[in-house]
């Protein structure tokens, strides 16, 4: 089973941006699916964004049109574009194998990766 490890996260102001990367223990060419998701204290997780083996994405509604996720298979990585953060945004960040169609995650997850948006 590929493994996830996630990075990037950090402290930024409101209105800034982050690009987060999981980087993966094996290929990944060979999973369909891969999502982002996050999931803020005292709350579920939830998906953020996916992306499958053909390019075709999937965003939550909360950040269309700010953030944008894409996968190199080449280096085994997916990475998530965030822009225009908002404090709802902080949350910790997770990737994942994810189910065709209704994005359920399929592995287990990895330590994940805090972002924080304050002023």
């Known amino acids: 089973q590929v493994q996830f490890v996630e990075s990037g996260g950090g402290s930024v102001q409101p209105g800034g941006s982050l690009r987060l990367s999981c980087a993966a223990s094996g290929r990944i060419s060979s999973i369909h699916v891969i999502g982002w998701y996050r999931q803020a204290p005292g709350k579920q997780r939830e998906l953020v964004a996916g992306?499958?083996?053909?390019?075709?994405?999937k965003y939550a509604d909360s950040v269309k049109g700010r953030f944008t996720i894409s996968r190199d298979n080449a280096k085994n990585t997916v990475y998530l574009q965030m822009n225009v953060l908002k404090p709802e945004d902080t949350a910790s960040y997770y990737c994942?194998?994810?189910?065709?169609?209704?994005?359920?995650?399929?592995?287990?997850w990895g330590q994940g990766t805090q972002v924080t948006v304050s002023s």
């Open positions: 992306i499958t083996s053909g390019g075709n994405t």
């Open positions: 994942n194998a994810a189910r065709r169609g209704d994005y359920v995650p399929l592995g287990s």
